[in-house]
């Protein structure tokens, strides 16, 4: 049986397969969520032209709170590999609880914001 320290070593072996097993995850995400919106607007546009200036509207908060959480997945995933490719199991798993924590807090935050301020911030728009 593999070691599991070798089975997830992307630093060995040819870059092309390394790079696509990567990639493809994110690509299929990215097209998944992109068929999603597409579909969603087609069954929306059946309704008007102001159901559809809706969900624009509404996107933009969904695409920021994705933005913001992304910041703490991306800064906490490179904490954790330098972690990890150090050796440095403990510090890892703290980086992973901070980074759980922080997830948390921002979307209560941003919660907060957009359930305080709603009037406001539709009426921006």
């Not at 546009?45 to 959480?69: D, K, Y």
């Amino acid at each position: 049986m593999k070691d599991l320290k070798d089975a997830n070593d992307l630093t060995q072996g040819s870059i092309m397969p390394t790079l696509m097993k990567l990639t493809l995850p994110i690509i299929a995400t990215n097209f998944i969520s992109t068929t999603y919106g597409l579909v969603d607007m087609i069954w929306v546009g059946r309704l008007g032209s102001g159901p559809v200036a809706a969900i624009g509207t509404a996107s933009f908060f969904i695409n920021l709170a994705i933005a913001l959480s992304t910041m703490v997945t991306i800064g906490t995933g490179i904490k954790v590999a330098h972690c990890m490719g150090s050796g440095q199991i403990e510090k890892a798993k703290s980086y992973i609880k901070n980074g759980f924590m922080m997830s948390i807090l921002l979307g209560l935050l941003y919660m907060s914001l957009v359930l305080l301020t709603k009037n406001q911030l539709i009426g921006f728009f």
